[in-house]
């Protein structure tokens, strides 16, 4: 079947079937429909929005809860409160001898010096179901919804929302006027209602990370002022009315020069209303700015992609090499990591950064890495949409290494592609400050910390499993894996059974080790003795995480063996990687603190031994993991 031909109605009823025939991974779905209306004077908008939810679970629900993001922009805020304190952490001394402390640079403590004008806030009036206003108690950024009448197991019913909102300044995701001069940046800006899972209720409040959502689909229009354009989540149903360049056919070679006239002749008291539509989401963002102007690219049996960005002279021809880059990349990508399901896709300056949203991501500057990455979000985040409170690692760290092997592509580096991960990750070792992958996004103990482990361990934990069960085997896995849990919020085990079936090899150890522990890989070279007229070496674990290894033996004349030692817990071998003469010996039993194992030739025609010369073992001490024989 043709992914990239199938329309997003039938994905959507292709994702319910799919979750109704797992009877243990039933999953909730939502429809919005928002209105909002904005006033560009006040920074502020009204808004309704319609929802039916069906309640797919086995369980009576006797209360359901909505984020309300934008209450962390208030002084005193949990995100306040836990910026500053975090701000207090030192971590080290810079180059130059100043103490480096523990901030996130965006936050700080300027959510402590707000003005009643440039907070952010979201105000519910009310919440109705099936017609019925029910009692509300408010947690700041988490409101929780007491029903008068439960929702039953397998049922459909029907929420109105009212709500206000001030847009805050620019601080963190969201906001108006950054530093780069755009106006709005507007995600987490509505009443989202909390995803209820197998786990229960994620009532996460917005202290600085991560999201989970609800599958569902959208319905918005936004009215604003004519003199903004917009760009967004899913995919604008009304292109001619507003103009802006949306409703001329795709220019593949230059920007978008289509003038306001369309919306100027479709505004109503100076307003214009925008309509967009997304299925099959579990979010949705916009932005708006007076000064964008829009880049198209038509993929060839593939989305379409906008580059929406402030119209600076300056940075016209950065933003086409954005634009242009991502044309290059995407045949790969799709390749790569399977096809991009959705009509459009659009890259919006905005925000403080990057940041991934369905069908959508704000960046704030032309970047291309940082497009890459956002961009690749577009799987661990969109499509599968895995919890990132819980699992922040299967979001940045698969996407970060996404990101490095697409940029290595472009690039035509056949280096190795990960050494920033894997420096990262033992930095951190050395300074004393891991945690553990499986640590809640918001509890650990530094930004520092959550960073590495989100981002840089992440990325080698796929990096890593290429050497466990073999770069071909990974290949197939990351296909496997999109096939089979896209739509679907998959977690940790579920990724790790996906590996185990498509390599035979058993993983469980190394979900256990690598996520739930801060133990390290060390290995080293030990004795070499003769053993009759051959060599015999002798490998130490000096670390507690236990792996397989492959250890390079070149000799003298110029051949190469290549020695490998599966590990006990495997219950099975990795493939040949190359065309190196390849040993398999017996495995190692993971108790076992040294291992032995003979080869054929003698000490004297041994020109090196090396341990992993892929370097994709995260061994913390490479430095004995290769000996040159005089």
């Given at each position: ?135 509300l108690i408010y947690h700041e950024t ?135 539509a997304a299925q099959n989401v579990h ?276 051949s190469r063996e290549m020695h490998y ?66």
């Open positions: 079947m043709n992914k990239l031909s199938i329309s997003l109605s039938v994905l959507c009823i292709v994702s319910c079937l799919t979750a109704n025939a797992q009877p243990d991974r039933w999953q909730q779905r939502i429809a919005y429909n928002i209105n909002v209306n904005v006033n560009v004077e006040s920074n502020r908008f009204s808004g309704v929005e319609k929802i039916d939810y069906w309640n797919n679970s086995p369980d009576t629900l006797h209360r359901v809860f909505f984020h309300l993001y934008w209450n962390a922009f208030q002084p005193n805020s949990m995100m306040d409160v836990r910026s500053r304190e975090l701000g207090k952490i030192e971590l080290g001394l810079d180059k130059d001898g100043n103490t480096i402390y523990d901030w996130d640079d965006r936050v700080r403590d300027r959510i402590q010096h707000l003005q009643p004008n440039e907070i952010g806030y979201d105000s519910t009036e009310y919440v109705k179901l099936n017609g019925i206003a029910q009692k988490i409101l929780e919804v007491q029903l008068k009448t439960p929702l039953l197991p397998h049922s459909r019913n029907s929420f109105e929302v009212s709500f206000n909102c001030q847009v805050p300044v620019q601080i963190r995701r969201s906001g108006r006027d950054n530093a780069e001069g755009i106006r709005y940046s507007m995600s987490q800006w509505y009443p989202k209602m909390v995803e209820y899972d197998y786990q229960g209720w994620n009532a996460n409040p917005y202290i600085a990370r991560e999201f989970y959502g609800v599958w569902g689909d959208y319905n918005v229009n936004i009215t604003i002022d004519k003199d903004y354009m917009l760009a967004g989540s899913g995919t604008l149903q009304n292109p001619n009315e507003v103009g802006y360049g949306y409703g001329m056919s795709t220019d593949n070679r230059q920007p978008s020069t289509e003038t306001k006239a369309n919306g100027q002749r479709s505004a109503v008291n100076g307003k214009l209303v925008w309509k967009f979010d949705f963002v916009w932005a708006a700015d007076t000064a964008y102007t829009m880049i198209k690219k038509q993929m060839p049996n593939g989305p379409l992609f906008y580059f929406i960005y402030k119209k600076v002279d300056s940075q016209q021809v950065k933003w086409e090499n954005v634009a242009n880059t991502i044309e290059k990349a995407y045949p790969y990508i799709a390749k790569t990591f399977g096809a991009y399901p959705y009509k459009n896709y659009s890259f919006i300056q905005g925000g403080d950064g990057g940041m991934e949203y369905p069908m959508a991501t704000l960046i704030k500057n032309a970047s291309v890495g940082t497009a890459i990455h956002e961009f690749m979000h577009s799987w661990y985040q969109g499509m599968m949409g895995t919890n990132e409170s819980l699992y922040p690692w299967m979001d940045e760290g698969f996407t970060t290494y996404a990101e490095q092997r697409v940029s290595n592509w472009l690039k035509g580096d056949t280096a190795f592609a990960f050494n920033s991960s894997y420096n990262s990750y033992f930095r951190i070792l050395k300074s004393g400050r891991e945690e553990a992958l499986c640590t809640h996004a918001d509890h650990f103990n530094t930004n520092y910390a959550y960073s590495v482990a989100a981002y840089s361990k992440g990325s080698i934990f796929l990096s890593q499993l290429g050497y466990i069960v073999g770069e071909d085997n990974l290949n197939k896995i990351l296909l496997e894996y999109y096939k089979a849990w896209k739509f679907r919020h998959p977690n940790a085990n579920d990724f790790v059974r996906v590996a185990e079936k498509v390599s035979g090899i058993e993983l469980q150890w190394y979900k256990e080790y690598w996520v739930y522990t801060t133990k390290t890989i060390d290995y080293a070279l030990g004795d070499i003795n003769m053993d009759g007229n051959v060599a015999n070496i002798t490998v130490k674990r000096l670390g507690l995480m236990p792996m397989p290894v492959d250890i390079l033996v070149t000799y003298k004349d110029g030692i599966p590990l006990s817990l495997m219950y099975g071998a990795k493939p040949a990687e190359d065309t190196v003469k390849r040993i398999v010996h017996d495995e190692w039993k993971w108790v076992d603190p040294a291992y032995s194992f003979t080869i054929s030739k003698p000490v004297n025609e041994i020109k090196s031994i090396e341990i992993d010369p892929s370097l994709r073992m995260a061994d913390v001490n490479r430095v004995n993991n290769k000996i040159m024989v005089p």
